[in-house]
């Protein structure tokens, strides 16, 4: 129905409004109520006693389609709407027949289709006047009805995911109380009575101060994603997990509520790595180092390494693979002496020792001048900030031997700085290259090939370079 003006606004006042609620539509000015009513935010339908449209307001039209000359009646109205017989009989059900409204107001969500066909859920609600007239309204929750369908469908999708995973997946509250938990969780627990337990019972006595804290730091920090390994008391036996934690549910104001955990038994894993230390053992026993440094010779790094890239691959490790040359090297023993460049290497040796390695780091005097570190689990950052603390401790040493040596103090044209290739390389990497390639044996020597090119390519900045005693290092960025 076409909106008109208002000839008399003042006629809209509270009290008119009011009384028009309290006795009917009819005792209203009717161009006055349409322009009311075409105003609001909902779809809305004014019916008599008897079931006619006095009026429908644009917002109707603009949901379903439908013009007020096209629906004179509620019975029209039902047909239109509910084609499907079938159908149309259980709402007639629902609102206790056509010309039966119930007194007050009721609510009703149902599907319609509107006039090109289309099918939208809506929501009425019906209030039956003194006069017998009813005031409906109708709001379109299509939108709102499709998003709840995908939330269910995504949260059904997780629940069999969680429920199907190999790996112990469960939610902890920011307290560290047990939510959820798949089977798997019970299987690794021996329980199925979580919901009153907390994490940290399964702790071991000497670690849970350490991750306590550690977890702490990442709720208060908001990290998105951590990795801890450590072993829990499960069963009554010592176990060593893996464990990833991630923010799960945050409140409005962005803080976590609760974490997402995702664990793995790497009691093998750790076999593992007991065995190689054990190997270590036994091949520095079978002189596996350099009599002048102290670090691993090149014979125990050829016959070590592949072992290093099958765990990492198997494991899904990333390794930083870092050629070290001392520059100008060969002038200093050919102007000092041999005992002299000796010096230089246990030096340099006790440096590269004392620059922050771990334990299960591989620190290895290739030959002569050359040295080949080998770091688990970095990325560019944590290798980069590696290397530069390298050539910082080194440049530092040179100082102080300076000071304790008149023979280096007169050694001032040598620049004993360093050249640096830096090979990064992950699982990816190494499966990618066994899948084109097939030669698991000549892996090793690819990635030494690369890192030893990516220390040439610092070399080459050293002697462009106008300080001669500044240290050059280069990330190899190319493919295996």
Known sequence: METKELKNKSEITAENIKK???????????????????????????????GKFIIINSKFTEITGYHYSE???????????????EYRKKIFTKWKGVKNFLPGETNRDITITCRDGSVKDVIFSSARLN?????????????????????????EQFKIMFEAAHDPIYVLSKEGRFLQWNRATEEMT???????????NFLMPEYKKELLEFYLHQYKN????????????????????????????KDKRGNTESFLVISRNINEQMKLQQELEKKNRELEELSSSDPLTGLYNRRYFNDFFPQIIKNASRFNKSLAVIFIDLNDFKKANDTYGHAFGDEILK???????????????????????????????????????????????????????KEESQVIKDAVELNLGLSIGVRLVNYRDINQFL?????????????????????????????????KKESQFHFFNGNL
């Open 222 to 249: 908001n990290i998105e994603l951590t990795y801890k390994e450590f072993p829990v008391m499960i069963q009554g036996k010592k176990v060593w997990i893996g464990q990833n934690t991630v923010p799960y549910r």
């Open 71 to 85: 629906i004179p009646d509620i019975e029209a109205w039902f047909n239109k709407a509910y084609p499907d017989s």
């Open 435 to 467: 899948n084109n390639n097939g030669l698991s044996e000549k892996i090793d020597d690819e990635i030494l090939k690369q890192a030893d090119a990516s220390m040439y390519v610092a070399k080459e900045k050293y002697k462009k370079s106008q300080n």
């Open 190 to 200: 021996g329980r199925s009575d979580l919901a009153d337990e907390y994490f940290y």
């Open 20 to 50: 028009t609620l309290v006795n009917g539509f009819e005792s209203f000015n009717k161009d006055d109520l349409i322009n009311i009513l075409n105003s609001l935010p909902v779809a809305v339908m004014l019916l008599d006693k008897k």
């Open 347 to 401: 030096s340099f040796a006790h440096v590269l020792k004392n620059s922050g390695m771990r334990e299960t780091d591989i620190i290895c005097r290739y030959g002569g001048d050359e040295f080949v570190l080998v770091l688990g689990g970095l990325d560019y950052i944590h290798s980069r900030g590696i290397v530069e603390r390298i050539i910082k401790d080194i440049a530092k040493s040179w100082d102080r031997k």
């Open 131 to 155: 006069d017998g007239s009813s005031f409906v309204t109708m709001v379109d929750i299509t939108q709102l009805k499709e998003a709840e369908a995908k939330l269910q469908k995504s949260e």
